[in-house]
Nanobody, 121 residues
Framework: QVQLVESGGGLVQAGGSLRLACAAS?????MGWFRQAPGKEREFVAA????????LYATSVQGRFTVFRDNAKNTMYLQMNSLQPEDTAVYSC?????????????????WGQGTQVTVSS
């Protein structure tokens, strides 16, 4: 069982930056970030393989967001730059034990509670 706790959400103006953190109580082969805006389906944002640091991004955030991990703290981060109003959503982290980076939520076994990110125009 892996428990995940997100932090770092908040309100920011368009063009600004935020960094999200996801602290894990245990180790998983991969971790990811998903987001869900009101009235929309949950969508994949980014994922990282814990062992070699390989990453995968959604096209919509490529070049603006960076996912990375701190092995010593067992924590995954999402650095979000050039934020736009369409990035407004609840961001959740997830952990799973598939060796292949996944963009589908069903590939992950554990989920955090989520943190709200609001980008004003």
């Amino acid at each position: 069982q892996v428990q995940l706790v997100e932090s770092g959400g908040g309100l920011v103006q368009a063009g600004g930056s935020l960094r999200l953190a996801c602290a894990a109580s245990g180790r998983a082969l991969q971790m990811g970030w998903f987001r869900q805006a009101p009235g929309k389906e949950r969508e994949f944002v980014a994922a990282i393989r814990w062992g070699d640091g390989s990453t995968l991004y959604a096209t919509s955030v490529q070049g603006r967001f960076t996912v990375f991990r701190d092995n010593a703290k067992n924590t995954m981060y999402l650095q979000m730059n050039s934020l736009q109003p369409e990035d407004t959503a609840v961001y959740s982290c997830a952990a799973g034990n598939s060796p292949i980076l996944g963009v589908v939520g069903t590939k992950y076994d554990y989920w955090g509670q989520g943190t709200q990110v609001t980008v004003s125009s």
